[in-house]
C-alpha cells in the first residue's frame, strides 16, 4: 500500500471518504495516486471530502464466494461507480432496507455510500439511493 493508499484507508476508518482533487485543471480523481492523471502534475493535489453519492458504470452479480464473511449475504453485487468524471471507485452494493435496495442494480443508477465493519476493518459499500437525485 503507498502512502495516498495509506492515507485514504486512514480516512475510511473515521468514516469520511476523501477523493484527490487537481488545483491546476480541476480533475477529481479516485483511486488516489501520486499524480495528477489528466495534467501530470505530482504537486498540485489535495485531498477533498466527497459525499459519497455517485451512479452505478458496471457491476456484476456474485454467487459463489471463498470469503467466509461473504457467505450469508450471496448472492452480491459488486459494482463499479462513477463518484464524478474521472473518480471511479470499485466496491459492493449492500441491501437497504427499503424497497430500492433489494432489486438488481441498473446501469445508471444512484447509489450512496454507507460502511460496514468486515474482517476487523471499516470498508466503504454501498446502497442504491431512496431518492433519486437531480441530474
Ligand atoms: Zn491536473
Redesign the pocket.
Known sequence: MDAAAAYWWEAIREKRLLVQR?T????VQHPPGPW?R????AT?LEWTPHPGTGRIVSFTEVFRTTYPEFQSELPYWIVMIELAPGAVMVSNLVRADGEAGNRAPRIGDAVELAYRERGGTTVPVFALAEQEPAR
Not at 24 to 27: A, H, K, R, Y
Not at 38 to 41: K, L, T, V
Open positions: 487537481c491546476s485543471c480541476s480533475l495528477c489528466r495534467c501530470r502534475s498540485t
